[in-house]
């Protein structure tokens, strides 16, 4: 198995530790990472997209240029939305993909719409035998709330993933590392991320909600497959907690993460020092050796 990986913005330039632990899986699992010089914002899909969708188009499109091998692999939820998205539009729109490779012609690009976009869960779900394989330290005692996000489902007929609503993938790796997936009411809500700029209060009001659906339902960590998601969970459970009188206590883990750990990589090993949310106490509460 063999992606160029596809970075994006967020995680190499603030969360490095989650690419840490992503690269340490797809070694671990023999999947093989070709790193793609020039790739650059993908460009944010509730950004740029919202302002000028050929712009949006062009820049996606250089990047689905530069893939060698075909085929692309991201860690980031929106990276894959807007490499998927923009080779939806071009190819439904032969006139679309013709405006496309004039502007790109302008920088010595062409593309023909033909690389292929996995997200890192997806690949991983593909090979879900071979990740029970390779499982050293299965997960008991972790009680997983899982957060799809909103760019890991939808819009469905561009990502194609899972079922939006009912998906299956991310649930599915977590019982395989021997955690278990606990099902609680908001699961395929938003966190509340995107608004973040616009109405901090607003977005605090859904990740509050989200959180007390977790707690309700006996949940005791989170897991995430996009930055700003991650960041959502992890920086603002202590604000929460400042405003509300809350008590909120849940680590939340990138899903490479708990990968990682399952596989026996040690906390220090994958930078979970590195999160706001701290997990000692959790992983002695819970007996999970570190």
Not at 23 to 29: D, F, G, I, S
Not at 181 to 199: A, Q
Not at 233 to 250: A, I
């Amino acid at each position: 198995m063999g992606y160029d990986v596809f970075l994006g913005c967020v995680i190499p330039a603030r969360f490095p530790f989650l690419e840490a632990s992503s690269r340490k899986v797809c070694e671990k699992l023999g999947i093989e990472l070709n790193d793609i010089e020039g790739f650059s914002c993908c460009p944010d899909p509730t950004g740029v997209e919202q302002i000028d969708h050929e712009t949006w188009l062009a820049l996606g499109a250089r990047n689905l240029s530069l893939s060698e091998n075909g085929g692309i692999i991201s860690f980031c939820s929106g990276c894959v939305e807007t490499l998927k998205g923009v080779n939806y539009y071009i190819n439904k729109d032969p006139e679309v993909k013709e405006e496309v490779n004039a502007i790109l012609k302008e920088v010595g690009r062409k593309y023909d719409g033909k690389t292929s976009v996995k997200h890192f869960a997806q690949v991983i779900h593909e090979n879900l035998d071979l990740l029970r394989e390779k499982v050293e330290k299965p997960l008991t005692g972790f009680k997983v709330a899982v957060h799809y996000g909103c760019h890991y489902l939808r819009p469905s007929d561009i990502i194609q993933g899972d079922d939006p609503f009912e998906p299956n993938t991310l649930d599915d790796i977590v019982n395989a590392l021997g955690a278990e997936s606990i099902p609680y009411d908001l699961k395929l809500e938003c966190c509340g991320n995107p608004v973040d700029k616009s109405d901090k209060d607003l977005s605090l009001l859904m990740i509050d909600n989200k959180l007390k659906s977790i707690q309700k339902a006996g949940a005791n960590c989170v897991t995430v497959v996009c930055p700003a998601c991650y960041q959502q969970y992890d920086f603002n459970q202590n604000e929460l907690n400042k405003r509300n009188n809350s008590n909120y206590n849940f680590p939340v883990f990138y899903l490479s993460e708990l990968i990682a750990l399952a596989f026996g990589y040690t906390p220090q090993e994958i930078g979970l020092n590195f999160h706001r949310m701290r997990t000692k106490a959790f992983f002695e509460e819970i007996g999970f050796p570190q």
